[in-house]
């Protein structure tokens, strides 16, 4: 798989326009009802079927999001993990392999609205992947409360 999807992005947003269909820039979260498109791994333009479903279905837009990392993005994290006291040293180490990455585009959505949810179509990278397990690894720490007050009342 190609480790920048910039390609990918500036032509879905070409084939979709080439289809009459407006791009609505949203992110659709896990929360709205969404119905997945099963990626096919033999059959990597998919996402052409999944446009052309979108235009069958005679809506008038699709929405569509995209995350490149930026190198503010990636210092944030190693710094916050740095911080995580029982953080492994090969977690740490792949936050900053994620620097390679930076400017690129690990991830890009396309949905469509039809009868009350949303149609998805996602792709991304194995570093995206990465960068968001780590992201959510820290997140999880910022969520732990550590009392550090001493017990001697008794």
């Known amino acids: 798989m190609d480790q ?3 390609n990918l992005k500036d032509d879905m947003i070409a084939f979709t326009e080439g289809h009459g269909l407006r791009r609505y820039n949203a992110f659709i979260s896990d929360e709205v009802p969404n119905v997945p498109w ?6 990597p333009d998919a996402w052409k079927d999944f446009v052309e479903l979108a235009k069958a279905a005679g809506v008038a837009f699709v929405t569509m999001n995209f995350a490149d ?3 503010e993005d990636v210092d944030l994290l190693v710094n916050r993990l740095q911080e995580i006291e029982y953080m492994s ?5 792949e936050a900053r392999w994620l620097r390679n990455f930076v400017g690129k585009v690990g991830f890009v959505q396309l949905g469509f609205p039809c009868q009350g949810v ?3 179509y996602e792709v991304s990278t194995p570093w995206y ?8 690894m820290a997140d999880d720490y910022d969520g732990i409360l550590i009392d550090d007050t001493d017990q001697e009342d008794e």
């Open 118 to 120: 949303i149609f998805l």
């Open 69 to 71: 990392l930026d190198k």
């Open 129 to 136: 992947e990465s960068y968001q397990r780590l992201e959510n």
């Open 89 to 93: 040293e090969e977690d740490l180490e």
């Open 4 to 6: 920048d999807l910039h």
């Open 38 to 43: 099963t990626a096919d791994e033999d059959h």
